[in-house]
């Protein structure tokens, strides 16, 4: 009995925590402006939609990853599905949740490509320290 | 250990630092023992439950740590960490007048119970702790990352010690994710010491699950 309780709750505790997570590491790239180049190449200006997603991680599995995005981009991939998955299961008795979850993988998909930004720019780094040398 | 050093003042994050350091002589005690006397052994279990006890004290010791940085501006830090310390006592004594009063008295029964006991008061102790960075309007982004992880990382041991405290044949379960629990936190500190100064800040409503 007392494991299960402490079960459900570690649980419920995981999801609160791994939700806000993903939004701190979100939050924290949110301010960034894309650079123009890539603001071209992806199509998104200043705020993207959910559905750019999938596109623009294409794009990151075609750049060079950096280690250090690696496990912040495998998060909020995670959040994405679930936030999909969550708005489908659950958007059609709650819209309120589905225009919330919609706006949280817009967000995602604006993650990603601040990601892919910051990929391109430190292969284009290593690329000329190359050149030089 | 070496990002926090070259990323932030020692004694800021000691508790921090604390802990990695005590998790790599663990790792380097483990291996040890693995070597020694196999996985199956009686030597190499023991070894591992009761390190992996003594890990969870220095997490306590982490999780002061952080309280003391919240709470440094409003002079209660002191009072908090004699909480915690009495915190931690009573959960030792309660898991252990419950293993006490059961039939079996097996000591590898009492250390899955303390360690479950354990994670799960750790795990209270660090939704407390976000409760007051969200109450305090924290916006320290590497703090806010340092606690999250941290309650991640409690919630997954504390869940995966309760299933297997209630279903000890789901092998599958608990030989997996209590591994990939331990890799994620040091990648998530590393993450924040490396990817945040200690000034970087975000807007603490941006946080809450509930879009305010």
Redesign the interface.
Known sequence: MM??L??I???A??M??????C??????S?RKALSSDVQDVIGIRRSANAEDFDRVMQYLHLCPDRR?DR??IKAIGAYYRLLGAAGAIMGKLLPSLRV?TE?ERSQCAYFAAVALDRRIAHNRDMFAEQMSA | MVCSLVRAPLRRYFTLNLYMFMSVLVSAGRFVEFSRHGLTSSEYVYFYYYSDAILTICLYFALMGLYAIVFEELGVAMRLRVFMMLLLIGTTLFSYSVVHQSESRMLTRYIIEIS?NL??VG?IL??VL?AALLKLRESR?RV??IV??L??Y???H??T???R??YPDLRFVWAFLPPAAGM?LP??WI?AF???DDE?R??PA????V?R
């Open positions: 494991a299960a402490i079960f709750l570690s649980v505790a995981l609160q925590f791994f939700v806000s997570y939004r701190s590491l979100i939050a924290a949110a250090e496990n912040s919330w706006s | 479950q994670y799960f795990l660090t939704y976000w982004v806010i990352q999250l992880s309650g991640m409690f919630s997954i504390a869940a010690y309760a299933l405290n209630a994620f990648v998530a993450y490396m990817k945040f970087a975000l807007a941006r946080l809450a699950a879009p």
